[in-house]
């Protein structure tokens, strides 16, 4: 999943055609809604509960005979260690399932994974409106003293004028070896605030969907829960 989320993310993120970072952005999306819904199965989590307490019991077993300082042959030691690693998992496993709310009661479950697939869509909308703003400025040479030649080749053109979008290439080189703070400071203002107004109402709407997602997981606070 992590392999699948990693190419459709740099489609998103890269594609030259619209229609096929759209199409990534919306396929995003999906893998991460799916993977909510694997996280919530009930029945999975009841499965798993179940090894919480096996794997506890013989924790317990193991530590006692720890202190009684007893030892098994090889094949038995290398048994046990590739049991306790499979068991870890399971448990890590029955961990994540609680988090993302598979203990909860059907009705609870429902109202978490709509609250939790709102703020997919929102992460995925705020991340899309970053990808997409349009906004240029336009320096002169002077301007942009010490950027080297190189960099400067790489920027649009309008007239005597260098056009810096708001894309990672053009952006960095220039804070980080513009020698001009003036320059500096327009182009890391512009950048601060892509997105707009939109991204600001995304982000306030999210913040209110995270106070209410770790509510109906029993957390006063989401910093609590993270």
């Known amino acids: 999943v992590a392999i699948l989320v990693g190419s459709v ?27 909510l819904a694997r996280y919530l199965q009930h029945d999975l989590y009841n499965a798993l509960s179940e090894f919480d307490g096996t794997i506890t019991g013989f924790g317990l077993i193991l530590e006692d005979r720890r202190k009684r300082e007893e030892k098994y042959d090889s094949d038995i030691e290398k048994y046990i260690s590739d049991f306790l690693k499979q068991m870890r998992l399971l448990l890590s496993c029955f961990f994540i399932f609680r988090r993302s709310g598979a203990h909860l009661s059907s009705e609870k479950r429902s109202a978490y994974e709509g ?10 909308e705020f991340s899309k409106n970053l990808a997409e703003e349009k906004t240029e400025l336009r320096f002169t040479k002077e301007q942009l003293a010490g950027v080297c030649e190189n960099t400067l080749a790489t920027l649009g053109r309008d007239g005597d004028m260098y056009i810096v979008t708001m894309k990672y290439p053009d952006v960095f080189p220039v804070l980080e070896t513009c020698s001009v703070s ?22 306030e709407d999210t913040l209110k969907l995270r106070k209410e997602a770790v509510s109906i997981l029993g957390y006063i606070f989401y910093s609590i829960f993270m």
């Open 9 to 35: 993310g740099t489609l998103k993120n890269v594609a030259t055609q619209k229609d096929v970072r759209d199409a990534a952005n919306d396929g995003c999306v999906l893998i991460s809604q799916s993977s």
């Open 115 to 124: 609250v939790m697939k709102k703020i997919i869509e929102n992460e995925n």
């Open 182 to 203: 003036e320059t500096r400071r327009q182009v890391f203002t512009a950048f601060g605030k892509r997105g707009g107004q939109k991204n600001l109402d995304l982000l």
